[in-house]
């Protein structure tokens, strides 16, 4: 029927059946606001003061490092503060290892949600890998200031290749967070040596040293660890009197991210009802 005809008389409408179902993209935005809220009360909320000591772990950490260091590197000059060489890598290893292990259990953290059809594993991973990251950018702008308070200049001379690096640690964090959470999930032994790896991780990713001050011969092993690469770029776009080792590939580190990132993705489609069931 004509609809001019149906609003000239008056006459009752019939609702079509496609009126009042909402889109899959506005179902699953409406979960994630959801879940993100969840999880931000529950991380934020989660213990006396939880707040501050998200705060306060990077910054003990960073003053720990810079007394120990400091004592023993015997005036090596990086060509930039050692509080800054120091504070980059902190934020940066952070932003991956916590996505990649609060990402990881996420699934088993948030089981009783899958009572609810909309919510799928995927979900409560991705949020939570969000949410860490925009925990760290915060982290992050909060020490910097402090530290721009204590006269460090740590305005960064290339700030775009410093964002985007940062991102592909997030990204790099969030997709083995994605793997993790599906292999931990099927094999619980696969998450406590998941565990266990990020300690050596960090003492070969370059954290502390840098790679100018390896031999060649270990430096070339320990430059295919995509870690020590992004934060080799981050220090070098931060400031360009670094010495930064040759050889350095944002290509690389990114490849890394994208990869993993999806490859964790299909793992959740392979084994969705898997990881419902389990």
Request: proline fraction near 5%; glycine fraction near 8%; include cysteine.
């Amino acid at each position: 029927m004509d609809e001019g005809y149906i609003e000239a008389t008056g006459a009752p409408t019939i609702a079509r059946p496609t009126d009042n179902i909402r889109s899959s993209a506005s179902i699953t935005l409406s979960v994630w606001n959801a879940i993100f809220l969840r999880e931000a009360v529950s991380r934020v909320s989660g213990g006396r003061a939880a707040w501050v000591w998200l705060l306060m772990e990077p910054v003990a950490h960073l003053s720990i490092l810079l007394v120990v260091l400091s004592a023993i590197r015997h005036g090596i000059t990086l060509g930039m503060d050692f509080a800054l060489f120091l504070a980059i890598a902190i934020l940066g290893y952070n932003l991956f290892r916590n996505a990649a292990l609060r990402s990881m259990a996420a699934i088993s953290a948030n089981r009783a949600l899958f009572a609810y059809r909309q919510v799928k594993p995927v979900d409560v991973v991705l949020v939570r890998a969000f949410l860490e990251g925009v925990i760290q950018l915060f982290v992050g702008l909060i020490m910097f200031a402090g530290m721009s308070l204590l006269g460090f200049d740590v305005l960064p001379y290339d700030p775009l290749t410093v964002m985007l690096v940062y991102v592909l640690f997030w990204l790099f964090g969030t997709g083995l967070g994605l793997v993790l959470s599906v292999g931990s999930t099927l094999i619980p032994e696969v998450g406590k040596v998941a565990s266990l790896c990020f300690l050596p991780l960090y003492f070969v990713s370059g954290v502390m040293f840098s790679p100018v001050m390896l031999p060649p011969e270990v430096r070339e092993w320990l430059l295919l660890n995509p870690i020590m690469q992004g934060l080799e770029l981050a220090r070098a776009a931060f400031s360009p009197g670094y010495t930064a080792v040759t050889g350095l590939d944002l290509g690389y580190v990114t490849a890394f991210a994208f990869v993993s990132f999806f490859f964790g993705l299909a793992l959740h489609v392979r084994f969705a009802r898997r990881l419902l069931m389990q």
